[in-house]
Nanobody, 120 residues
């Protein structure tokens, strides 16, 4: 019932910028947390950024200072603005949303992933 549609990936030069967008399917409801993960070849999936329904933001150490995450609850979308991209940012980026009730299980949903390649 919950579907995530990602867009904005592509090939950029080092030092360039890119914005990723993730739209949640209509009628899917709201989420406590929305964010982005990435997985590079030969590496584990890691958190890039997340934002809670109250506006709390967490950034991964490797991207801190270079990315900005935001959400639009009216549209149920989450956006990731990336600046000063480096070759090590090359990865498949996955949108992730999660929701839970107090003392209840966490329900997570993932997008299909979008490729970001940083190369000269």
């Amino acid at each position: 019932q919950v579907q995530l549609v990602e867009s904005g990936g592509g090939l950029v030069q080092p030092g360039g910028s890119l914005t990723l967008s993730c739209a949640v399917s209509s009628g899917a409801g709201s989420f406590n947390a929305m964010g982005w993960y990435r997985q590079a070849p030969g590496k584990q999936r890691e958190l890039v950024a997340s934002i809670t329904s109250s506006g709390g933001v967490t950034y991964g150490d490797s991207v801190k200072g270079r990315v900005t995450i935001s959400r639009d609850d009216a549209k149920n979308t989450v956006e990731l603005q990336m600046n000063n991209l480096k070759p090590e940012d090359t990865a498949v980026y996955y949108c992730n949303v999660a929701r839970w009730l107090r003392n209840g299980p966490v329900h997570q949903f993932w997008g299909q992933g979008t490729q970001v390649a940083v190369s000269s």
